[in-house]
């Protein structure tokens, strides 16, 4: 069956010679992956069909799905938005190959979900036209646990801690996954903005550093089988 599908790609992997299995989020079935025959082959159709394939690409695409297989063909593929900065920009580039790897690893399910795939694909559009984007990750990932079922839970937001295994706001300290002092602060700050008010966040690298391992130990605390992506030292040196 032939379909048009929107899709993000999330990742590439060299199978066999000559040929890529490239992970996908798509639109309306989720985690899809492609076998991509001869990308890897020095012609220069197979050159110019990969660069298709960066990571966090937005692709129109027509394939031949077949329900029984995991593994599924592109026979047509589109730019859908092409971007400006995302790959020319050292400090952006650091950013989606963190946020590329991290979400190849959390997304794994073939199940719709429109929501989750406005989000990403919106939100790498605005870090594409944005010249303020130190902190992008860090908001993208707050965001992105609402989709993910475990959004910090902001009925307490007053009080002085916040428990990461919980999820919530609690009066006391109840052990090692509380959190006080700038992290609180910068949390109670960051739940509930957009993008576009994120200039009025500031933060030092140490404290953007800090606020960001406590936030994969969140994700780590509610993902079974999660892992920090090893991109995590590249975004760390750029960022620092």
Excluded: C, W
Excluded at 24 to 45: Q, W
Excluded at 70 to 78: G, Q, R
Excluded at 86 to 99: E, G, H, R, W
Excluded at 210 to 232: A, C, I, N, T, V
Aim: charged share 25%; net charge positive; hydrophobic share 40%.
């Amino acid at each position: 069956m032939i379909i048009k599908s929107h899709i993000i790609v999330l990742s590439k992997i060299k199978y066999k010679d000559h040929d890529l299995i490239v992970r996908a989020y798509t639109k309306h079935r989720g985690a899809v992956s492609y076998l991509i025959k001869g990308g890897l082959k020095s012609s220069k159709a197979n050159r110019s069909k990969v660069v298709y394939f960066q990571p966090l690409m937005q692709l129109s695409v027509e394939e031949n799905y077949k329900s029984n297989q995991s593994l599924h063909y592109l026979k047509d593929i589109k730019s859908s938005y092409i971007y400006k900065t995302l790959y020319a920009n050292v400090y952006k580039s650091a950013i989606v190959l963190f946020l590329s790897e991290l979400l190849s690893n959390i997304l794994k399910e073939e199940e719709q979900n429109e929501g989750l795939f406005h989000f990403i694909e919106t939100a790498f559009q605005y870090l594409d036209n944005e010249e303020h984007y130190a902190n992008f990750h860090i908001l993208f990932l707050l965001k992105l646990s609402r989709y993910l079922g475990f959004q910090p839970d902001k009925s307490k937001g007053e009080s002085d801690f916040f428990n990461l295994q919980l999820g919530s706001f609690e009066a006391f300290s109840t052990g090692s996954y509380s959190v006080s002092g700038k992290n609180l602060t910068l949390l109670k700050q960051l739940l509930g903005i957009n993008f576009d008010e994120l200039t009025s966040i500031k933060m030092n690298g140490q404290e953007r550093q800090d606020f960001l391992s406590m936030l994969l130990l969140y994700f780590e605390l509610h993902l079974e089988g999660f892992k920090k992506p090893k991109s995590l030292t590249v975004l760390s040196e750029v960022f620092r």
